[in-house]
Structures are given as structure tokens and as C-alpha cells.
Nanobody, 124 residues
Framework: QVQLVESGGGLVQAGGSLRLSCAAS????????MAWFRQAPGKEREFVSA????????NYADSVKGRFTISRDKAKNTVYLQMISLKPEDTGVYYC?????????????????WGQGTQVTVSS
């Protein structure tokens, strides 16, 4: 069974940086894609970024392009989201997700596995 465990969230001032980690276990992920979604209070969950595990091809939401970088460490079975120049609107619970198709699409319904989330709060 796939397990995804996020870490690295916290409180940071606007303009600061954070790196989120998602430790994946339970499968061989060579055919998977991993993604980050986030949900702000009172808002729907939204796509942030995704990466194809094997090829390393990435996808980003327009709102985070140039500020966030997704990467994966195959040896550690871990996906990272490096976030710089954080803004208050980046505040939310960040979820790691995985799909078996390897697609880096932005649709959350395509992802069958989810972590519990980690809180990111950016103060102004």
C-alpha cells in the first residue's frame, strides 16, 4: 500500500523560503507521478506542481512558476518542493499525491494516493 508522509511545513515571513518533503513507501514508483496540491482555508484544493518519477518532467501552476521547484530523490523515495519568495497567498495545507499513470496533470481526481498534509503559513 502506498504511503505518503509530508514534512517541512511551518510559519515563515513573506519573502522567506521553505522546503517540503514527501516520503513515499509501499511501491516501486518508477511509473508514478508525484504532485503537490494545497488548500487554503475556505477554498478548494488547488494544484501546485507535479513530477514524473522516471523522466523528471515537471508541471507547475502559473501562480508558483519561478518561485517553486519540485524534485525527487529516487534513492530516498522522496519528493521535494522548494519554495522561495513566499507570499501570504501561499498559505495553506500542502498535500503530497501520487498517481500510477505517470501523468503530471493538474486534476486532483487523477491522483489516487494522498498524504495527510503539512501546514504552511506565510505571514505578511
Amino acid at each position: 500500500q502506498v504511503q505518503l508522509v509530508e514534512s517541512g511545513g511551518g510559519l515563515v515571513q513573506a519573502g522567506g523560503s521553505l522546503r517540503l518533503s514527501c516520503a513515499a513507501s509501499g511501491r516501486t514508483f518508477s511509473r508514478y507521478a508525484m504532485a503537490w496540491f494545497r488548500q487554503a482555508p475556505g477554498k478548494e484544493r488547488e494544484f501546485v506542481s507535479a513530477i514524473n518519477w522516471s523522466a523528471g518532467i515537471t508541471n507547475y501552476a502559473d501562480s508558483v512558476k519561478g518561485r517553486f521547484t519540485i524534485s525527487r530523490d529516487k534513492a530516498k523515495n522522496t519528493v521535494y518542493l522548494q519554495m522561495i519568495s513566499l507570499k501570504p497567498e501561499d498559505t495553506g495545507v500542502y498535500y503530497c499525491a501520487a498517481n500510477e499513470r505517470g501523468t503530471i496533470a493538474a486534476l486532483d481526481r487523477l491522483y489516487g494516493y494522498w498524504g495527510q498534509g503539512t501546514q504552511v503559513t506565510v505571514s505578511s
